[in-house]
């Protein structure tokens, strides 16, 4: 769980995967996937998800066996967060303890945290019920909840492409922020400081009633390893 050194490092922790990592550009931008180096969407059949529009819903069960519907917390802020415990930017930020920080931060204020592991079974990333709850434990990660997807159903859905790759939704239920945690792409934790940190600055737009000023920025990480 420590923090990396270099992205060299990176690159070396990738494994049962062909994606390298990427930094990838959230929908409705105009970069190409396959230009990126991962799997364009009708290679990983997802549906684009819209800011402005509303959030997809699903239901499932949490590591601790809790059902949850994204349509049960309408009348919240909720933050979704695509997570692989393997990847270097993942590291980044729980190796440093900033995203534990701002899940405090913002479940403090009444916000839903849920952290969505989209690793398909044998890939990079993919744990059980038991493993991701003493990831939790160990980090002193404080998410509302944890969601495994190894059918990469949720993920799909949301056409998540990276680890993290983050999605505010509103109290009305519509997707208000969707891509990267913060302004600095890369996978050293030194950036930290320096970076904006566009989630916590869309969440507090929300709350606050005002629009969010980047409601899309390009996510970075690694590529969700999903199975097919």
Same mark, same amino acid.
């Given at each position: &769980? ?22 990838? %550009?959230? +929908?409705? #931008? ?6 990126? $180096? ?8 997802? @549906? @684009? @998800?819209?800011?402005? /529009? ?6 499932? %069960? =949490?590591?601790? $066996?809790?059902?949850?519907?994204? #349509?049960?917390?309408?009348? /919240?802020? !909720? ?10 930017? !993942?590291? /980044?930020?729980?190796?440093? *303890?900033? &995203? ?7 479940? $403090? ?12 079974? *044998? &890939? ?30 949720? $993920? ?6 990276? #680890? ?8 009305? *239920? ?5 891509? @990267?945690?913060?302004?600095?792409? +890369?996978? =050293?934790?030194? =950036?930290?400081? /320096? ?7 869309? !969440? ?12 899309? #920025?390009?996510?970075? *990480? ?7």
């Amino acid at each position: &769980m420590g923090t990396i050194s270099n992205a060299s490092n990176s690159i070396n922790t990738e494994n049962k995967n062909s994606s390298s990592l990427t930094q990838v %550009a959230a +929908s409705n #931008t105009s970069a190409s996937p396959s230009s990126a $180096g991962i799997q364009s969407p009708s290679e990983i059949r997802v @549906a @684009a @998800a819209s800011v402005n /529009k509303a959030a997809p819903n699903f239901v499932a %069960a =949490d590591t601790n $066996g809790k059902t949850h519907r994204l #349509t049960d917390f309408k009348g /919240k802020v !909720v933050v979704l967060e695509w997570t692989n415990h393997d990847c270097p930017f !993942v590291r /980044k930020h729980y190796g440093s *303890g900033n &995203m534990q920080k701002l899940q405090k931060e913002l479940t $403090g204020k009444g916000v839903v945290w849920i952290s969505i592991i989209s690793s398909a079974p *044998g &890939m990079q990333g993919y744990v059980s019920s038991s493993q991701a709850n003493e990831l939790t434990k160990s980090r002193n990660a404080s998410p509302t909840a944890v969601i495994l997807d190894p059918e990469g159903r949720i $993920g799909k859905q949301y056409g998540a492409r990276t #680890t993290p790759h983050i999605f505010v939704v509103g109290k009305d *239920g519509n997707i208000k922020y969707m891509g @990267a945690i913060d302004s600095i792409a +890369s996978p =050293d934790p030194a =950036d930290i400081p /320096k970076a904006d940190n566009y989630v916590r600055n869309a !969440v507090n737009s929300v709350i606050s009633g005002k629009p969010v000023a980047d409601s899309v #920025t390009q996510p970075y *990480g690694c590529s969700v390893k999903y199975g097919s």
